[in-house]
């Protein structure tokens, strides 16, 4: 699962949509667009913990929604 597939699945699960997200993190809407599109395909690691924080979760939390049943 991508990251931003992974961060869809977040949003749900926390209830937050990408514009609660945008305003919590101070992170333009654009650069979720981006990633959306596959314009842009890597998250700086300064940016993936900013988002995963503000979704009120650890990054292993995140990690282990990303790998899902892949390891399994």
Same mark, same amino acid.
């Not at 991508?2 to 650069?31: D, H, R, V």
């Not at 990633?35 to 995963?52: H, N, P, Q, R």
């Given at each position: 699962? @991508?990251? =931003?597939? @992974?961060?869809? *699945?977040?949003?749900?699960? /926390?209830?937050?949509?990408?514009? *609660?997200?945008? @305003?919590?993190?101070? #992170?333009?809407?654009? =650069?979720?667009?981006?990633? /959306?599109?596959? =314009?842009? /395909?890597?998250?700086?690691?300064?940016?993936?913990?900013? #988002? #995963?924080?503000?979704?009120?979760?650890?990054?292993? *939390?995140? =990690? *282990?929604?990303? #790998?899902?049943?892949?390891?399994?």
């Amino acid at each position: 699962m @991508t990251f =931003y597939e @992974t961060l869809c *699945e977040a949003l749900k699960l /926390k209830g937050m949509t990408a514009s *609660e997200l945008s @305003t919590k993190t101070g #992170i333009n809407q654009s =650069y979720f667009s981006k990633l /959306k599109s596959g =314009y842009m /395909k890597d998250v700086t690691w300064e940016k993936a913990l900013t #988002i #995963i924080a503000a979704l009120g979760m650890t990054p292993n *939390e995140f =990690y *282990e929604m990303q #790998i899902g049943d892949d390891v399994r």
